[in-house]
């Protein structure tokens, strides 16, 4: 089982930065792929970022604005957010893809509870 543990939420006002951290624990053998996703009121969850170990990936829409990073050695992956729009206003959650054992034929894929981002003057 892997835990998420998300923080870093908050209101800020337009044009202001944010920066958000996951920090996964638990028992696992390898993380492949973490990443952020959001929903805002009514809309569906969409993807803002994710990173492997190759190269990070963001949507079209935080392109520019946000950049996303991971820190191996704690397990954890930050998202700085910074030029912040209304339209960013969401809850950001934390996802995690991990090989559960060397042996492992297929990932297993967690979630943060969320953390809420509020961009608004």
């Known amino acids: 089982q892997v835990k998420l543990v998300e923080s870093g939420g908050g209101l800020v006002q337009p044009g202001g930065s944010l920066r958000l951290s996951c920090l996964a624990s638990?028992?696992?053998?390898?993380?492949?792929?973490m990443g952020w996703y959001r929903q805002a009121p009514g809309k569906q969850r969409e993807l803002v970022a994710t990173i492997t170990s190759d190269s990070p990936d963001y949507a079209d829409s935080v392109k520019g604005r946000f950049t996303i990073s991971r820190d191996n050695a704690k397990n954890t992956v930050y998202l700085q957010m910074n030029s912040l729009k209304p339209e960013d206003t969401a809850v950001y959650y934390c996802n995690v893809r991990v090989k559960p054992r060397s042996f492992s034929t297929q990932d297993s894929e967690y979630w943060g509870q969320g953390t809420q981002v509020t961009v608004s003057s």
């Open positions: 638990g028992k696992f053998f390898r993380i492949n792929a």
